[in-house]
């Protein structure tokens, strides 16, 4: 198993930055791809981002592609979540997710993460 805990949330301004980083702890972090989601109220979770255990794959959504940049560090056990220009329909809570079926294309769903931080908090005002 491994235990994830997202950190880096608040309130910025539109056109504003913040960096999310998620810890991994338990197994070792290598052995999973690692995503990022969002939930915003009343809404589903939706893929954000995700990158290869390596670090050599990456993908992310069209709604925040060219704006946020996903990323890690395998020898701090960290993931990162780069997030430029943003919008208020950013605004949402933030969750790092660990796969550990490695093979294959990036995934994008809810389903096909096994583990999952709790949360941090993105506001993002107008």
């Known amino acids: 198993q491994v235990q994830l805990v997202e950190s880096g949330g608040g309130v910025v301004q539109a056109g504003g930055s913040l960096r999310l980083s998620c810890a991994a702890s338990g197994r070792t972090f290598g052995s999973y791809n690692m995503a990022w989601f969002r939930q915003a109220p009343g809404k589903e979770r939706a893929f954000v981002a995700a990158?290869?255990?390596?670090?050599?794959?990456?993908f992310h959504a069209d709604s925040v592609k060219g704006r946020f940049t996903i990323s890690r560090d395998n020898a701090r056990n960290t993931v990162h979540l780069q997030m430029n220009t943003l919008k208020p329909e950013d605004t949402a809570v933030y969750y790092c997710?660990?796969?550990?079926?490695?093979?294959?294309?990036?995934?994008?769903?809810?389903?096909?993460?096994?583990?999952w931080g709790q949360g941090t908090q993105v506001t993002v005002s107008s």
């Open positions: 990158i290869s255990w390596s670090g050599g794959r990456t």
């Open positions: 997710a660990a796969d550990e079926r490695v093979v294959g294309p990036l995934r994008v769903g809810v389903r096909d993460y096994e583990y």
